[in-house]
């Protein structure tokens, strides 16, 4: 069974880091075709953070965390990690990752997302 499991979420104060941290059970991360960061919001469409497509090794990030977040992965472990930086209140979200075995010509919509994990709420205050 295909489970993506993530932590490292909490509540910092603004300007503050956190990691997360995605790992997935049943399957490699490296036979998956792309790897995705999300975040929602209360009241607001699930939005897209960074994106990796394994087969040019190059994320992709949103143009509000770009400079901010960084995505890494740690083959070893199966893990995915999120570094965010420079936090901001604007950040405070639930926080996805997703994968899917197919690119299918975009790493910016989640419905090309076919498995996701649970969630882990950033709350960023002021």
């Known amino acids: 069974q295909v489970q993506l499991v993530e932590s490292g979420g909490g509540l910092v104060q603004a300007g503050d880091s956190l990691r997360l941290s995605c790992t997935a059970s049943?399957?490699?991360?490296?036979?998956?075709?792309?790897m995705g960061w999300f975040r929602q919001a209360p009241g607001k469409e699930r939005e897209f953070v960074a994106a990796?497509?394994?087969?040019?090794?190059?994320?992709n990030y949103a143009d509000s965390v770009k400079g901010r977040f960084t995505n890494s992965m740690n083959n070893a472990r199966n893990t995915a990690y999120l570094q965010m930086n420079s936090l901001k209140p604007e950040d405070t979200a639930v926080y996805y990752c997703?994968?899917?075995?197919?690119?299918?010509?975009?790493?910016?919509?989640?419905?090309?997302?076919?498995?996701w994990g649970q969630g882990t709420q950033v709350t960023v205050s002021s």
């Open positions: 049943g399957r490699t991360f490296s036979t998956y075709a792309i």
């Open positions: 997703a994968a899917d075995p197919v690119y299918s010509g975009t790493l910016y919509s989640p419905i090309k997302y076919h498995y």
């Open positions: 990796v497509r394994w087969s040019g090794n190059i994320t």
